[in-house]
């Protein structure tokens, strides 16, 4: 990582085109886990909504991933990318649950159909 107060000299003295992005957590250590979820559906009509992931290990303990401010558009069998952070690490997924909200309260419910997806640690790309 980079201390933050030395993140931007460092970046364009690199010319570089990265955008950073720092979420902490309000807790010490006060870091973030972040994952890629990387996720097909297959619904024949669009969705638009957002995901919220909860991750579940082998003894039981859970945490919940941080809602997205963007909703995602999920086209049939289109891959759609979703950076998602956590507050604690989760060494060992025994279990992953997804949840799909529109954050509409007036109108149908729709279901998200999942065909394929991946959920990758950033902080850990070995896992």
Known sequence: GYHADRWKKWLMAKNSPT????????????CMYN????????????RRGFIKV???????????????NEASTFQQYKRVKILTGFYQDIE??????????TKTLIGPKHKLRIL???????????R
């Open 19 to 30: 955008r950073a992005y720092f979420d902490t957590s309000d807790q010490d250590p006060f």
């Open 35 to 46: 994952y890629l979820l990387d996720i097909t559906t297959w619904n024949k009509s669009n």
């Open 54 to 68: 909860k991750i579940t290990d082998h003894a039981g303990n859970t945490v919940e991933s941080e809602m997205n």
């Open 92 to 101: 060992k997924i025994s279990k992953i649950s997804l949840t799909f909200s």
């Open 116 to 126: 394929q997806m991946t959920l990758k640690s950033l902080n850990n790309p070995e």
